[in-house]
């Protein structure tokens, strides 16, 4: 029996006992705000919290991520990950880029980051390279950019993802910059919210990976690859 939806109150609730805002965290959406990001971007610190919960239950020693932003997911990423542990991420806006490892150089674990500029698209052949190279395959892929590629994404995820992986992805319910439009909207025609209804599909559908999208803030897509 259901007592009817999560109130806004429990989730405040969840939020504040398990992942309570620090300075660290703070400074970093201070500095985004100045420097003129968009502003409720970034991951917030529950969805940091669940990251960090699943990264040390597959014991993960490496992420790549897609889109940087203010880099509020690399550092909860990194603070997952033991001392040897590297999260590679990928931002597009090389402004952004240099803001941000400007900021997390301020902060404890941030040796773990390496932030790289390009177009997440044409760093995909250049990873899958690095892969193939080095024998080692990623502890888990976070997707947060390109949201219009996140079939292409998956698809590439079987290649560079070791068997027992991560794949994560946000706004898989709803995003802000959809111009007013929603998932579930018949006439949608928003490229992302097609691409991302058929991302979901896929990825619920996909022999080789057990997935579900956990319903918190933006919708968060968690799956695990079987191989």
């Known amino acids: 029996m259901s007592d009817g ?4 109150e429990l989730v405040d609730y969840v939020r504040d006992l398990f992942a309570p805002s ?8 201070r500095g985004a705000k100045d420097f003129g990001m968009p502003e409720g971007w970034e991951i917030s610190p529950d969805v940091g919290r669940l990251f960090q919960t699943l990264c040390r ?3 993960a020693k490496s992420v790549v ?4 932003f203010a880099g509020h997911s690399a550092l909860w990423f990194a603070r997952a990950l033991p001392e040897d542990g590297k999260v590679l991420s990928i ?3 090389s402004d952004y880029a240099a803001f941000t490892r400007s900021q997390l150089d301020r ?11 390009g ?25 947060d950019a390109d949201k219009a590629h996140y079939p292409e994404f998956l698809n590439w995820a079987e290649g560079v993802l070791r068997k027992g992986g ?4 946000d706004n898989v319910l709803r995003s802000g910059s959809w111009n007013g439009q929603k998932l579930l909207d018949t006439d949608a025609d928003d490229p992302r919210i097609i691409a991302i209804r058929k991302f979901n599909q896929m990825l619920a559908t996909h022999p080789k990976f057990t997935s579900i999208i956990v319903p918190m803030r933006s919708g968060v897509a968690v799956g695990i690859f079987d191989g």
């Open 5 to 8: 939806e999560i109130s806004t």
């Open 22 to 29: 620090t300075e660290d965290f703070e400074m970093l959406t």
């Open 57 to 59: 239950a597959v014991g």
């Open 65 to 68: 991520e897609f889109g940087t």
């Open 91 to 93: 931002e597009l806006d």
């Open 107 to 117: 902060l404890k674990d941030s040796e773990k980051i390496e932030i790289r500029i």
């Open 119 to 143: 177009s997440c698209l044409e760093m995909l052949p250049i990873l899958e390279s690095e892969v193939e190279a080095s024998g080692q395959k990623f502890d888990v892929i976070f997707l």
């Open 166 to 169: 991560l794949l994560l992805a």
